[in-house]
Each structure stands twice: as structure tokens, then as C-alpha cells.
């Protein structure tokens, strides 16, 4: 039931595609082919997606506090629980980098989902960040899920257009 919230989560940002990096066995992660959408950290997968946030419906937009442009991109990330099936929480934090190493700040901020009757909520972060045309962006996560002492990076790059 969880896992289906949050593929409904996911799939309401409107889950584009992307690419995804090893998880922290790796020194400098390296972006993979478009289409990977998740890493396997350990005990732990790290689900995230990309996209320009005039993709957003305006309802969502709203309920999120996020404004709607072709010019900001938006970055959402969750960790779930290879044990349990359930999201859980934990240090996320996001560098997202162009392709001529302008830093672009991303401040990640946690969202808590209520469950209903007999569900668990659901936890993800999600981060905003100007965006230009045909521009593409390197995000390089750092996950720390509750419980674990080391971080791990997973690294993604996905192209913009907003033309």
C-alpha cells in the first residue's frame, strides 16, 4: 500500500526521466543512461526525479507552496525501506551543478504525508532551483536514512527545455 502511495506521489510530480548514480561504494558518483529513476544504498532505496515545475498541476503547485515555471526546476527525493516497504526519514541534501560548473542552490525541505486507515504516511523532500533553457543539471544527492551513519551520494543529470 505504501510503495503505491508513494509511486502516486512520484507519479503526481510527474516522474521524468533521469539517471542515477551507484550508491555510496563509489568516491565520485557517475550519472547512468536516462530512464533510472532509483538507487540501492544498502538496506535502503533512493527514489528521485526532475522536472520543470509549470509540469505541476496548479492545485499541487499550491498545496506545496511552489511556484509555477518554466524557469525552476524541481527535485524530489524519497528513501524507502528495502525491509519494510515504507518511506522513511533521514539527511537529504542536494548540489546540483550545470555542465560549465555554475553551483545552483537547491534547499531541500521534508514533506510528511498522513496515512489513512491502516497505511503508513509517506516521507519525501523535495527542492526548487532556477533553471535555463535547454540547460542541463547534475544533482548530486547525499542520503543519510535514519539509522545509518554514512551518507551516500547518487548522482542524476537531466536536461531542461523551457522554450
Request: glycine fraction near 10%.
Amino acid at each position: 500500500m505504501l510503495r503505491s502511495r508513494i509511486a502516486m506521489v512520484l507519479a503526481l510530480f510527474g516522474v521524468s526521466a533521469a539517471c542515477g548514480g551507484p550508491g555510496a561504494d563509489a568516491e565520485v558518483p557517475q550519472a547512468q543512461p536516462a530512464g533510472v529513476t532509483s538507487a540501492d544504498i544498502g538496506d535502503h532505496v533512493v527514489h528521485f526525479s526532475a522536472q520543470a515545475t509549470d509540469k505541476l498541476s496548479p492545485e499541487v503547485a499550491s498545496a506545496y507552496n511552489i511556484t509555477r515555471s518554466k524557469s525552476r526546476a524541481m527535485v524530489t527525493v524519497s528513501i524507502i525501506d528495502e525491509d519494510g516497504g515504507h518511506s522513511t526519514a533521514g539527511d537529504v541534501s542536494v548540489k546540483t551543478v550545470n555542465l560549465t560548473g555554475q553551483l545552483k542552490n537547491v534547499t531541500m525541505r521534508r514533506i510528511d504525508e498522513p496515512g489513512t486507515a491502516g497505511a503508513r504516511g509517506a516521507i519525501y523532500y523535495i527542492g526548487t532551483t532556477p533553471v535555463a533553457n535547454r540547460e542541463t543539471l547534475v544533482f548530486d544527492i547525499s542520503v543519510t536514512p535514519e539509522g545509518v551513519n554514512t551518507p551516500s551520494e547518487v548522482r542524476f543529470k537531466q536536461q531542461f527545455y523551457t522554450d
